[in-house]
């Protein structure tokens, strides 16, 4: 199968129109979005503008491309820009049958490949903490803690860095429920594994990914493992794809105005993966 997969437009109308082209022309079997794919809110509103953006332009296009090609699925996870609400959102469109909201704890199966989502990433400066955690048991907790959702009080609170990252699962402990598959299949995780060419910001001089998420893929080795989130590393260390043993991992990075998005076969996704931008992955830098 054909399958398209990016990530993170954080809202930005451009990308979705030229991700619109792109799906229209390839007409791919399976559309894959990687999180982090609507605009941030405002603090003082923090929720209604991402929540409506779901409806009003995420499923909108999703409908669009489904239009023109009946029997396209799309599946996503999210990532840590976005509200536990929007989860709920979309959810509902899950539960509806018009997207997948992939998740790790069950497979979902798609024309003879299983695909497991995981929307959470270890701490960053980002100010929203919903679908942050703590990589592994043991990390420190971050310095500082953000806003998190009540959905009891239907209200966003400031959480302090023990209160909300000492009260959850960590990263590592939630996928060591991750569900076991025979076959081929696909991780679709929004955080990059850490120390690979795919988690490296320019201004950071060490990997900024997750250890926990390495760790998974090295030990359950999926044929393929898509990614997002650190969307300046492959113009940093040279590539969009990188190897765990036998898994190929793949960060299409992103930019403002000119789309970063892979097209690939799942019968040969190494073989046969195409970036919108790089017409190969370029050599590695030292
Ligand atoms: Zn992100």
């Not at 390839?26 to 929540?51: A, C, E, S, W, Y």
């Not at 409506?52 to 799309?74: C, K, T």
């Not at 840590?80 to 997207?99: E, F, K, T």
């Not at 009260?167 to 955080?191: D, K, M, N, Y």
Request: charged residues 20%.
């Amino acid at each position: 199968m054909r399958i398209c997969y990016s990530s993170d437009f954080h809202g930005q109308i451009s990308l979705y129109d030229q991700f619109d082209d792109l799906v229209h022309a390839q007409k791919p079997n399976l559309v894959i979005l990687g999180g982090d794919m609507l605009p941030d809110g405002d603090p003082d509103d923090p929720i209604t503008p991402q929540v409506a953006f779901v409806h009003d332009e995420y499923m909108r296009r999703i409908n669009s491309w489904q239009n023109a090609a009946p029997g396209l699925a799309v599946a996503c996870v999210l990532g840590n820009h976005d509200w536990i609400c929007s989860r709920m959102a979309l959810q509902n469109y899950h539960d509806a049958g018009r997207i997948v909201l992939l998740d790790h704890r069950q497979a979902w199966h798609y024309d003879g490949v299983a695909f497991l989502g995981y929307s959470k990433s270890p701490p960053t400066p980002h100010w929203v903490k919903d679908l942050e955690r703590l990589d592994l048991p043991d990390s420190p907790l971050p310095a500082s803690g953000g806003t998190v959702w009540d959905p009891g009080a239907q209200c966003v609170f400031e959480a302090r860095p023990e209160e909300h990252f000492g009260t959850q699962p960590s990263i590592e402990t939630e996928l060591a429920a991750a569900a076991r598959i025979e076959g081929p299949w696909i991780f679709v995780c929004h955080a990059p594994p850490h120390g690979t060419k795919l988690d490296r910001l320019p201004s950071v001089e060490y990997p900024i990914g997750s250890r926990a998420v390495r760790d998974f893929i090295q030990s359950r080795q999926p044929m393929c493992a898509l990614h997002g989130h650190v969307h300046e590393s492959p113009g940093f260390t040279g590539s969009h794809i990188d190897h765990i043993g036998r898994s190929l991992c793949v960060n299409p990075g992103q930019s403002l105005d000119n789309l970063h998005a892979v097209l690939f076969d799942s019968d040969d996704p190494a073989g046969t993966l195409r970036h919108t931008v790089f017409a190969e992955a370029p050599a590695s830098r030292p």
